[in-house]
């Protein structure tokens, strides 16, 4: 406790002499060897300190050269705006622009600034194919027979081992294997709602979410989202009494990339507890932080079991694999026999496979590396928006993860953007996409969680330009 203390004390003043203008624009900080001089501490807590900086997108790393204050620092773009729902009606989903948007998905001559997934390039491929390969010549009945309806032990085991933020109360027993993240979701809801309930998400929200709520006769209820907290609490609170159930992403959401404080994710699990309301915690973006500590999910929080906490290794590890699971509280035997309707079992070999790759500390290793490029590459997207993009443009900072949401001038249209970029071969995933209102028609969202390159940086130029000419 002592040493985060000390490590958040010296990147506040830090801090502070940035935001006084002490530490101006492009100055070069003093190492931290001479910082650990000056504050006699360990060079681990310099780091840390420095990792808090860099998370707030105050400092930046040059390589061989040391840190320095960042452009990002002195940001001259606004926080997106916070929508109020209840002047707005609700309109058709637009499946025409979902099939828009994600239509080109496999064509390699398009920046796809759209997809809610990372670039093939930072995937640890070739050692996830050792993997398989290695499992393959020891997997009983070489995987071609059903596994366990709860999923596979070894796998089962290795995701217990990794639910460290639960303070060691998850065992084996407490996980249910899943197709996916969104199998996970759906086969939750699918045990704690029927047909004509309501469901509290948070707006703008996931497409996927908004989608699969309709797609299953619910009705989902948008609860606006700050910017820089997430989840309104005072919002929430008002339709408790008419809520079945909550589906949240409360660390690094999608599309804002807001983290809900700790206090607030308390607060959040004490209201549904008092109400007995099931939450659907989607945290699959938690692995991908910018600060010095992985933040806690709601589960954590949770004395009463209502959280069921859904992950997946897709935006991380292996988006094809299709591998989730489910740590769901006192729901798990509701659970179970939704996944015994629906997909019976997960296949083996891609459960073993993932549990080798993660016992050989090799997830750990790419993690710390897939972290390093998707903050970089913030910094380098956040700098080309305010390079190319028209002056009363509005950026999300995300805190992890790897969207940012944009909101521009209200007269732009972004699905006209997007029929105009794709004719550039770019693409982004509009606004209009995150709600069931007719709202966020000027906003977008983009993914930068991919390979930063020459082009990439000339495409988001291109994207701006257009944006600018409007």
């Not at 999608?254 to 404080?261: A, C, E, K, R, V």
């Given at each position: 406790m002592k040493k985060e203390i000390l490590y958040l004390k010296i990147a506040g003043i830090i801090e502070q002499q940035i935001l006084s203008g002490t530490l101006r624009l492009g100055d070069k900080l003093p190492s931290i060897r001479t910082l650990q001089k000056v504050y006699n501490v360990s060079i681990n807590t310099v780091r840390q300190a420095f990792l808090e900086l860099e998370s707030k997108s105050l400092i930046e790393p040059r390589p061989k050269s040391g840190y320095y204050v960042s452009k990002a620092s002195q940001r001259k773009f606004s926080l997106p705006s916070v929508i109020i729902l209840e002047s707005l009606q609700k309109e058709q989903y637009p499946e025409h622009l979902f099939l828009k948007t994600f239509a080109s998905s496999e064509n390699t001559d398009i920046t796809h600034f759209s997809l809610g997934l990372p670039e093939k390039s930072l995937l640890p491929i070739a050692q996830l194919n050792k993997s398989v390969t290695t499992v393959m010549r020891s997997l009983a009945n070489g995987g071609a027979t059903y596994e366990s309806v709860q999923g596979n032990l070894n796998f089962r085991r290795t995701v217990a081992r990794w639910a460290f933020m639960l303070e060691g109360k998850v065992t084996e027993d407490d996980v249910i294997a899943t197709s996916g993240a969104m199998n996970g979701m759906f086969t939750c809801l699918m045990a704690v709602t029927k047909p004509g309930d309501k469901v509290a998400?948070?707006?703008?929200?996931?497409?996927?979410?908004?989608?699969?709520?309709?797609?299953?006769?619910?009705?989902?209820?948008?609860?606006?989202?700050?910017?820089?907290?997430?989840?309104?609490?005072?919002?929430?609170?008002?339709?408790?009494?008419?809520?079945?159930?909550?589906?949240?992403?409360?660390?690094?959401?999608?599309?804002?990339?807001?983290?809900?404080?700790?206090?607030?994710?308390?607060?959040?699990?004490?209201?549904l507890t008092e109400w007995d309301i099931p939450l659907v915690e989607n945290d699959i973006f938690r692995n991908v932080y910018y600060g010095a500590e992985r933040p806690k999910p709601c589960k954590a929080f949770d004395e009463a079991g209502i959280v069921m906490l859904v992950n997946s290794i897709s935006k991380t590890l292996a988006p094809g694999y299709r591998l989730g699971w489910i740590i769901p509280g006192k729901y798990k035997d509701k659970i179970i026999q939704q996944k015994l309707i629906q997909t019976l079992s997960t296949p083996a070999l891609y459960q073993e496979a993932i549990s080798h790759f993660l016992e050989n500390g090799r997830y750990d290793h790419h993690l710390r590396t897939f972290r390093k490029i998707v903050q970089n590459n913030c910094l380098k997207l956040q700098q080309g928006i305010e390079d190319y993009f028209p002056d009363n443009t509005k950026v999300s900072q995300p805190e992890g993860g790897f969207m940012v949401w944009l909101e521009l001038d209200k007269k732009i249209d972004t699905v006209k953007l997007f029929d105009m970029a794709i004719r550039r071969n770019i693409t982004f995933a509009p606004g209009r996409m995150f709600t069931q209102y007719n709202q966020y028609n000027n906003c977008m969202r983009l993914n930068f969680a991919m390979e930063w390159t020459d082009k990439v940086n000339s495409d988001l130029k291109t994207l701006g330009e257009i944006a600018s000419k409007w």
């Open positions: 998400v948070e707006s703008p929200a996931y497409f996927g979410i908004l989608k699969m709520i309709n797609a299953m006769g619910l009705e989902a209820v948008e609860i606006p989202s700050d910017p820089s907290t997430g989840l309104d609490l005072e919002a929430l609170k008002k339709v408790l009494p008419v809520i079945s159930a909550c589906c949240f992403v409360v660390n690094f959401n999608n599309p804002l990339g807001t983290l809900m404080p700790d206090d607030h994710k308390k607060e959040l699990v004490k209201m």
